[in-house]
Nanobody, 117 residues
Framework: QVQLVESGGGLVQAGGSLRLSCAASGRTFSTYAMGWFRQAPGKGRQFVAEITWSTSSPRYADSVKGRFTISGDNAKNTVYLQMNSLKPEDTAVYYC??????????WGQGTQVTVSS
């Protein structure tokens, strides 16, 4: 099994920045990718960004391109999401996820990000 623990959420004004972290533990040796998703009130879970562990190749949702940066530290089994130029529409619970098979099998508990206008 894999455990994921997120941190770094909070309240920030529009235009501000936050950095989310997600530490993985357990059976992480077969990690293929790690990613971030978010869920706003009354909406479904939405893909935000992911990074492939072997190549460090990132992929982003169009809504966050140019503002968010995903990075990973293989040695620490940790993935980060640097969020800049935050907008009120970025307000959501952000979830970290880990893929070992090509689909996201493991999920963190989520961290709240609130952007005030």
């Amino acid at each position: 099994q894999v455990q994921l623990v997120e941190s770094g959420g909070g309240l920030v004004q529009a235009g501000g920045s936050l950095r989310l972290s997600c530490a993985a533990s357990g059976r992480t040796f077969s990690t293929y990718a790690m990613g971030w998703f978010r869920q706003a009130p009354g909406k479904g879970r939405q893909f935000v960004a992911e990074i492939t562990w072997s190549t460090s190749s990132p992929r982003y949702a169009d809504s966050v391109k140019g503002r968010f940066t995903i990075s990973g530290d293989n040695a620490k089994n940790t993935v980060y999401l640097q969020m800049n130029s935050l907008k009120p529409e970025d307000t959501a619970v952000y979830y970290c996820a880990l893929s070992s098979t090509g689909t996201y099998d493991y999920w963190g508990q989520g961290t709240q990000v609130t952007v005030s206008s």
